[in-house]
């Protein structure tokens, strides 16, 4: 494992509270495992390269050059050299200027966020979303539609790349202006290869090579990740303060989490952690989708919700229609609901006596029912698991919604993009120095 490419994030003031980059604590992001470390100062942090200073100040913003030589212990001749280099690159500017100590005040430096666009994909099973986001992670454009994934990957990544132009125009920007892309899918993914491997729900897209298709058009980095990890890792970004360890599940038409632990999004050995959804939990004779009995999603999922509310005379073909009857107060919902908050719990409890999470945060379409799923999942889970482990854990509703996945995929190409080295290889790249 690659361990070099961590940077120190320290708290924020609250100065930069605009967007999301100012909404970290005393964490260490490693952009190899796409994570953030709570282990203080690393040694990269006071290397003081300028891939490393741009990352004080993404973290720190606003800041003075004094500051920057402080953290750094380098001399202000050569803070200054560098920090000229990356104003000329458009990523830092002056923010304004500190209180003065006598004489003329300082100024302050900050991460200039507008300097480029990173192109954001969240494709689920039956809608997906897509997005142009600042750098720091704010959505500038987006769009919407309902499309099956089962179309099959020439199809939807044909919508995909057409929508990203038409995005990148709708938000005033070139595509001078990218400096990465990232896609969520649904489905297991081979994280390195940035390829699909034997998807349940994606016919046809079985090992095809989707980062590549992206290349083609876009050169720049891509990289492509489960949909559930890029939702955990959105629900990371935008936490405040951070939690070392979180879990995030997604009841939608399937059921899936994604696994931080020890501030790190744990991937497993072969990118398969957190698919909980084909734990067995419910009844055997209900088959799923993946060929097995029993699986939690075959019972509890939005499109097992909706299969059993249509037995029942409902009109219920998705994750929506069961929310709409759930706020309408129609009883048989809310019971079927929290029925499937109890399985869900079931699973979660064995869960958090592995894994002793702080929070479960909950995401998913089916999680817009609000209390009655989480009540259902409360009930279980506090009854179930250990005293101890349960002693401080938070269940609670994601706060990004439906926005989880293209903030937590614009996270990801971000903190790899303006990982402290890969900064440094571009500058060298530009003939604008660098080093250290
Ligand atoms: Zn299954």
């Known amino acids: 494992m690659k361990t070099s490419n961590r940077v120190t994030l320290k708290a924020t003031n609250g100065e930069s509270s605009e967007g999301l980059g100012g909404r970290y604590g005393d964490f260490v992001f490693d952009s190899v495992n796409s994570c953030w470390l709570n282990d203080g100062m690393s040694e990269g942090a006071v290397s003081g390269t300028p891939g490393y200073l741009l990352d004080l100040i993404r973290r720190r913003s606003p800041i003075t050059r004094a500051e920057l030589a402080s953290a750094t212990g380098l001399a202000r001749s050569t803070i200054a050299q560098r920090v000229d280099a990356l104003i000329v690159e458009g990523l830092v500017g002056d923010v304004g ?67 990203f132009v038409l995005l990148t125009a709708e938000a005033g920007r070139t595509d001078g202006d990218i400096r990465g892309v990232g896609i969520g899918v649904p489905g297991p993914v081979d994280f390195i290869a940035g390829r699909a491997v034997h998807p349940p729900i994606m016919p046809g897209w079985d090992d095809y090579p989707i980062r590549d298709r992206f290349i083609e058009r876009y050169r720049v980095p891509i990289l492509v990740d489960n949909d559930v990890n890029i939702m955990a890792l959105g629900e990371y970004w935008a936490m405040s303060p951070k939690v070392a360890d979180l879990i995030f599940v997604k009841v939608g038409t399937g059921i899936g989490s994604g696994l931080i632990v020890g501030g790190r999004l744990h991937r497993g050995a072969r990118g398969a952690a957190g698919d909980i959804g084909h734990i067995q939990a419910g009844p055997a004779d209900v088959m799923c989708r993946c060929g097995n009995p029993g699986c939690l999603e075959a019972s509890a999922g939005g499109a097992a919700i909706a299969r059993d509310l249509r037995a029942r005379g409902y009109e219920a073909s998705g994750s929506r229609d069961i929310v709409a009857l759930v706020q309408a107060g129609n009883y048989e919902a809310i019971q079927a609901v929290r029925d499937a908050g109890r399985l869900i ?35 279980t889970v506090y009854r179930r698991s250990t005293a101890l482990s349960t002693s401080d854990l938070q269940i609670t509703t994601g706060t990004l919604g439906d926005r989880a996945g293209i903030i937590g995929a614009a996270a990801l190409i971000i903190e790899h993009v303006f990982d402290p080295e890969a900064v440094d290889a571009s500058l060298v790249g530009a003939n604008n120095g660098g080093g250290s």
């Open 345 to 379: 719990g079931s699973v979660l409890s064995a869960t958090v006596n592995l894994l002793n999470p702080a929070v479960i945060s909950i995401g998913g379409d089916v999680a817009e029912a609000g209390q009655q799923l989480l009540a259902g999942i409360r009930e």
């Open 97 to 163: 200027e500190a209180a003065s100590t006598g004489g003329r005040p300082p100024t302050m430096l900050g991460f200039n966020a507008t300097s480029g666009v990173v192109l954001v994909a969240d494709l689920g099973a039956t809608h997906s979303r897509l997005a142009v986001c600042d750098l720091d992670a704010n959505p500038l454009a987006e769009s919407c539609r309902d499309i099956d994934i089962a179309e099959g990957p020439d199809a939807i990544l044909t919508w995909v790349l057409e929508t």
